[in-house]
């Protein structure tokens, strides 16, 4: 499998397909090979063999932590039990008690539904997994706040504030501060709810392209990536990288820098939108290093 994700990043298109298609023709022997092949199938928009391919998977006793991301991810995406969805994400924090994206969907599930004794400490290890992620401190201030611990509540909005790097993440957490510093509201007045980033609902952009990063063009609050996959070489630009949405990130390190990257595999989510200016194919969503 190694090989044919080798082929794959390379841009030998051709030859992984060929791999992919030998191992896909029998059941896979290991949680690896299934998960690659569910991957696989996610990329190609085939969400029921993606789904076969995460159970199988799921059921190996190795099965790593983001098998079961995923899967509650594309449960989420499609409809599935919510029950099921949580069931998923639980096992992920078993397995990898960093994974901090699994800690903060779990705690703002349980916001949403009030129970914010619960979900109090899935948003502290998410905080404190990832301290400079805006949306985690916000999410805490409300919860902590609605459980009565207004002092906690004020120390997260502005730790949300500190770390914001958008307008809205600076809003939203200039609206958390003054909600701790004011009088507590009626008892039948509704307290905010847990403002969730598009990014956690399933933002995804309109278009993928797996390769190689191979150079990152700085341009000043933007940045321009350059990458290799398929035969071909293609740019893309991250207007914000603040509002990009890196995935896994709890399983791999990458250090950004200008210029000339050590090639590293990479999939790009992105929106279709040609820049001649900039010479980019299209504005990217999310990022994800493997």
């Not at 794959?8 to 992919?20: D, I, M, N, Q």
């Not at 960093?98 to 349980?110: K, N």
């Not at 820098?257 to 992105?270: D, I, L, M, W």
Request: glycine fraction near 6%; include cysteine.
């Amino acid at each position: 499998m190694s090989y044919a994700e080798l082929a794959l990043a390379t841009g030998h298109a051709e030859e992984a397909r060929k791999v992919y298609e030998r191992i896909s023709s029998r059941k896979p022997e290991d949680a690896e090979t299934a998960f690659a092949l569910g991957r696989l199938a996610l990329a190609q928009k085939r969400n029921d063999a993606a789904a076969r391919y995460f159970e199988m998977a799921a059921g190996y006793p190795n099965a790593p932590a983001a098998v079961f991301f995923e899967y509650a991810m594309l449960l989420r995406e499609t409809g599935g039990s919510p029950a099921l969805v949580r069931k998923n994400l639980l096992e992920t924090v078993k397995r990898n008690p960093a994974f901090a994206e699994a800690q903060f969907l779990l705690g703002v599930s349980a916001a949403n539904e009030n129970r914010h004794g619960e979900a109090i400490p899935y948003l502290e290890r998410a905080a404190a997994i990832f301290p400079r992620q805006s949306y985690f401190w916000h999410a805490l201030a409300i919860s902590y706040f609605a459980a009565g611990r207004k002092q906690d509540a004020r120390q997260a909005a502005r730790k949300a504030f500190e770390s914001a790097v958008t307008p809205s993440q600076a809003e939203m957490a200039r609206q958390a501060v003054r909600m701790t510093e004011t009088p507590d509201p009626p008892a039948r007045a509704k307290r905010p709810e847990v403002n969730v980033p598009d990014s956690w609902r399933n933002k995804e952009g309109d278009s993928r392209f797996e390769g190689l990063l191979e150079r990152i063009d700085c341009m000043g609050k933007s940045a321009r990536f350059h990458v290799r996959g398929g035969g071909r070489s293609a740019a893309f630009l991250v207007e914000n990288p603040g509002e990009v949405l890196l995935k896994r990130l709890s399983s791999v390190t990458f250090e950004f820098h200008c210029g000339v990257q050590k090639p590293v595999p990479v999939v790009v989510e992105y929106n279709t939108l040609a820049d001649p200016v900039h010479g980019t194919a299209g504005v990217v969503t999310a990022l994800e290093f493997r």
